[in-house]
């Protein structure tokens, strides 16, 4: 006979709420590293004056456009920013940003992943 622990464990409902607590973790991780990335990289205030295409912002922060395109349209899946008709724009969770709540933010280490593959040396 199965002891509630063993049933628990082997239950499909806790199978799946465990795989998404995990799912959660690992993404959580990533997120944060676009985030870090685009304060670094100075993206929410490249177009702090309004919405702009991928070449200009990558030409703001100087970094190639292809890599550029890549982390903005993951920090726009990420509700970071918001992307209409090809362009980007600030979207209100930005306004940390600006006020410097995320000052500390900027002086932790961005992942080398995003970042080798968006800037140039």
């Keep these: ?37 685009c304060v670094e990289l100075g993206v929410f205030e490249a177009i702090a004056a309004g919405a702009a295409a991928e070449a200009e912002i990558a030409a703001a922060i100087a970094c190639d456009a292809r890599g550029t395109g890549l982390l903005l349209n993951t920090a726009a899946s990420l509700g970071l920013l918001e992307k209409r008709d090809n362009r980007f724009a600030n979207s ?7 006020y410097q709540i995320l000052d500390d933010l900027c002086s932790a280490a961005v992942s080398s992943l995003y970042r080798d593959y968006a800037c140039r040396a």
């Design 1 to 37: 006979m199965l002891d509630a622990e063993t049933t628990a464990a082997t239950d499909p409902q806790t199978i799946l709420q465990l795989r998404r607590q995990m799912s959660e973790l690992a993404r959580g991780y990533r997120t944060a590293q676009v985030l870090l990335t």
């Design 92 to 98: 209100p969770p930005d306004q940390l940003c600006r």
